[in-house]
């Protein structure tokens, strides 16, 4: 790794080069301005670690470095915070000691691994926040509801978030929920018993069972009828499901995500979502 350090600060630049060289990365230092800039512009640099006073000069690198290597990173030692229109990778508090930096590289590491492997693709700061934002509820077991236009990837980030989480090794059951008649969408959810309806010949798992010990991801759950969503509402509150036609309720260990583009808060005033 090659790290560009922009800085005065004598003790800063001491500690940098002490911490990574010793370990075979490489720290080139700078004190700023355009050999900053050129430094950039001319070498891959892995990391730049600014510590200076002009947010321009800090601006420009951020842009030259994202422009000439894409996974590149910049992040800054400020006392407070840095402006939102310069887009750092992150954010240093003085006085800086390794672990925090290494807290950090882990971090990023950790992010461009989610991003790579689950094919997301986003450079603006926009869905930089999505992505950090996905990274973050990965790892807990909390219900997510993603909203957004068609096209806008939301299934790939469902199951991105539950391939880094720690149920990636459970089943991950997309249902779409406005593809499925109303009068079938009970069935499919919670499965039925023999004999239930005509035509129920035998025992049917629904997807929440199918799903049990992993994640169940309703798509365009916008589209769902009321009267399923009083029994979607039931499950997500007791975690238990009941078949139709049967008579035992069934615990389900089950992470919900659902997506949606419909603006659910207006379709609850209207009263078509609970």
């Known amino acids: 790794m090659t790290i560009l350090v ?33 430094l950039v512009e001319r070498g891959n640099v892995d990391l730049v670690v600014w510590d200076g006073e002009d947010v321009r000069e800090l601006e420009a690198l951020c842009r ?20 939102s229109w310069v887009q750092v990778d992150g954010v240093l508090e003085r006085p800086v000691v390794k672990e925090d930096l290494e807290r950090f590289l882990r971090h990023v590491e950790e ?18 926040e999505v992505f950090e934002t996905a990274l973050e509820v990965a790892h807990t077991d909390v219900q997510v509801l993603l909203t957004g236009e068609n096209g806008t990837g939301k299934d790939l980030l469902a199951k991105a978030i539950h391939s880094h989480s720690p149920r990636k090794e459970g ?25 239930a309806f005509t035509g129920a010949t035998g025992r049917r798992v629904g997807m929440f069972e199918a799903a049990h010990g992993g994640t169940i991801f309703l798509d365009e759950i ?26 035992e309720q069934i615990s389900v260990d089950v992470r919900v995500i659902a997506a949606t583009n419909r603006d659910l808060r207006q379709e609850v005033l209207e009263g078509n979502f609970r």
């Open 111 to 128: 992010r461009e691994r989610f991003l790579s492997e689950n094919g997301l693709i986003g450079r603006s700061e926009a869905m930089q």
């Open 64 to 83: 030259e470095a994202k422009r000439h290597y894409p996974k590149g990173m910049v992040v800054s030692v400020s006392d407070g915070d840095v402006p």
């Open 6 to 38: 922009v800085s005065k600060d004598e003790e800063l630049r001491k500690g940098m080069v002490s911490w990574f060289e010793g370990e075979g990365g490489h720290v080139v230092l700078s004190e700023g301005g355009r050999p900053a800039l050129s």
């Open 171 to 195: 089943p991950f059951i997309p249902v779409n929920c406005g593809a499925i008649p109303e009068s079938l969408i009970e069935s499919e959810l919670f499965g039925y018993e023999r004999g």
């Open 222 to 247: 916008g589209e769902m009828p009321l009267s399923a969503q009083v029994k979607l509402l039931r499950v997500l509150d007791e975690r238990k499901i009941m078949r139709i036609g049967g008579r």
